[in-house]
């Protein structure tokens, strides 16, 4: 009897050794819209078009936000398991293709404000991403000054393995202001076009000529909806949180090629890259009824500022330096290299765009991460807070 037993266990241990594992296949096995995706307890990040999962492993599928379900399902949150190439849920006793596993609406994200301070006391870490069985689990953080209300950096992680078959999605959704003291619709209203012409006639007068239908303030992301894989994560970045105002005709020019330059970087090193996404100073523009130059602020108590400069700190270590992308938020300024406030390295590391000259779609240059530091902030040692595994390089 034993000795049956003992066969009986090998043949299982045998069979689950050779079984088919179950994959899934990027885009195509992916539902629209498509549920928060979970292996080994942890947010799902491929590596390659195709993933596999081992007999007996699990996924979890989860539906965020107010009556979202896995349609077929009829669950928020289910778990699945890889038996003989198949995902199987013990709870129904069926078989389900990952591509007939929709969620009844896109998932919705949070905002976790944590406790936790960041950049050495200037503010505290803001979480996004999603709450899954107990556990948040975050997309991107950003480390938010709520005092002067503005974001000190975007902490993210561009998945470079996963740029070429990431999921392309023209969904775009509302911003809202979670975390900040100004509500939803109020910020909202800062950004429409007749608020900004309202503004821009209180500091220049009524024959303003900044503000018009094509000239104007927008969302400027700092972690980029882009940089993400599925679309639950992309719609995770619409926070005004995570934004600040920017100049359309930069974001669409030149800032949008800096987004793009790190994307392609990632993707030539096939591994994650770790950026940090901030802004510096107070645009100021000048009046020309009197040549003095005014802070720009899309709300009249001041709160709301349109920064002076764009930048993004790129690590990788692959990368010989820790690289600053920095970009003028200027478009109106006749400026060129004069405006460099440390050494632009864009050349040198193969980093350089023939558009980057261009003042009037945000005049952009790259810099060493320690010279930028030193010549922002007068200290070599800059405040981010780093992930586990990743150090400054010298």
Known sequence: MFKLWLKLELLLALSSVFADPCTITIPSDLPTPQPVILIQEALFRPTNVVTEVQENEEITLHCAGSSNLVVALKQQTATLKCQNGQFYSEEKDQEYALAD?????????????????????????????????????????ICYDSENEHALYSRSLVNGAAQSFKINDSTRRAFRADGMRFSTTATNTLYTNKNQVSRFKTLFGTDQTFINSTSFLAR?????????????????????????????????????????????????????????????????LT?????????????????????????????????????????????????GSEVEFCTNVCEKYDLSSSYYEEASRGYTFCCELNDFWTNVMGDSTPYYDLPDGWSYKN
């Open 220 to 284: 400027g992301h700092l972690a980029p909806d882009a940089d993400f894989v599925f679309s639950y994560e992309q719609l995770a970045t619409y926070y005004y949180a995570n934004c600040a105002p920017e100049w359309q005709v930069v974001n669409a020019g030149n800032w949008v090629r800096v987004e793009n330059a790190v994307r392609k970087l990632a993707s030539s090193y096939g591994s994650d890259l770790l950026t940090f996404t901030s802004t510096l100073d107070v645009l100021e």
């Open 101 to 141: 596993l929709k969620c009844t609406h896109v998932p919705t994200s949070e905002l976790l404000v944590t406790e936790n301070a960041c950049a050495e006391g200037a503010g505290v870490f803001y979480e996004v991403g999603f709450q899954v069985n107990d556990v948040f689990q975050s997309v991107f953080t």
């Open 287 to 335: 009046n020309p009824s009197n040549n003095k130059l005014i802070d720009i602020y899309l709300d009249k108590t001041e709160v709301i500022a349109a920064p002076k400069w764009y930048y993004k700190v790129v690590m990788h270590p692959n990368l010989p330096i820790d690289i600053v992308f920095v970009t003028l938020n200027n478009p109106f300024a006749n400026v």
